[in-house]
C-alpha cells in the first residue's frame, strides 16, 4: 500500500512515515526515529518521490547497522539486572523447596532446640561434681582437698557442655 498522490502542479508526494517505511521496506517506528536524527535532511512529510534515491543512498551511508553503540551498554545493564532478579527468584524457590523437603530449617528453631538440649544436659549433670566430692570424702580424701576437687569436675563439665552446645547458646542458658 503506497501513499503516493499525483497532483498536477506537483510531482509525487509521500505524505506520511509510514509511506516513507513502506517504500524503503522499513518499520515506520524506526522512520520516526530517523526523522528525529540530526542528520536526516530531507525534512517533514510530504517527500517528493524523486527525493526516493536519495532517501536511500542516506540510508546506507549514514546509518550503522547492527546494534546502537549508544544503547548496547544500557540494554547490557538492562540484561544483567534482569539476570540478577531471576538468579535471586531461583535462590529463593530452591530455599523454599529445601524447606519443604525438611532439607533446611529455620535458624531461630535450630537456635531454640539448641538451648532446650543445652538445658537438658545440664540438668543431666548438675550433681556430677558434688556427687564426685562425696565420693572423694568417703573414700577419705580431706575436705578442703574434695571442695577443690568439685571444682575442678564442674570447669570439666562446663567446658565440655561449651564445646557441645556452643558458646552463643551457653550464653542464653
Same mark, same amino acid.
Request: charge should be positive; aromatic fraction near 6%; hydrophobic fraction near 45%.
Given at each position: ?14 505524505? *506520511? ?6 517504500? @524503503? ?10 526523522? /528525529? ?39 547490557? *545493564? ?14 529463593? /524457590?530452591? *530455599? ?28 543431666? @549433670?548438675?550433681? @556430677? ?15 578442703? /582437698? ?17 564445646? @557441645? ?9
Amino acid at each position: 500500500m503506497f501513499y503516493l498522490t499525483n497532483k498536477p502542479d506537483r510531482p509525487t508526494a509521500i505524505r *506520511t512515515a509510514r509511506a516513507l517505511a513502506e517504500l @524503503v521496506g522499513r518499520d515506520p517506528a524506526t522512520v520516526c526515529r530517523w526523522l /528525529a536524527d540530526e542528520r536526516w535532511r530531507f525534512g517533514k512529510a510530504p517527500w517528493s518521490s524523486d527525493q526516493l534515491p536519495a532517501i536511500r543512498q542516506w540510508i546506507a551511508s549514514e546509518l550503522r547497522t547492527g546494534p546502537d553503540p549508544v544503547l548496547q551498554p544500557l540494554r547490557a *545493564t538492562k540484561l544483567r539486572e534482569q539476570v540478577r532478579q531471576i538468579r535471586a527468584q531461583a535462590d529463593a /524457590a530452591e *530455599t523454599q523447596l529445601a524447606r519443604e523437603r525438611a532439607a533446611l530449617h529455620d535458624r531461630e528453631e535450630c537456635r531454640l532446640e539448641s538451648i532446650r538440649r543445652a538445658r537438658l544436659y545440664r540438668r543431666g @549433670v548438675a550433681g @556430677v561434681a558434688g556427687q564426685a566430692a562425696e565420693l572423694a570424702v568417703t573414700c577419705g580424701l580431706p575436705a578442703g /582437698a574434695a571442695a577443690k576437687l568439685q571444682r575442678e569436675v564442674q570447669g570439666i563439665i562446663d567446658r565440655a557442655l561449651q564445646f @557441645v552446645v556452643g558458646a552463643e547458646v551457653e550464653a542464653e542458658l
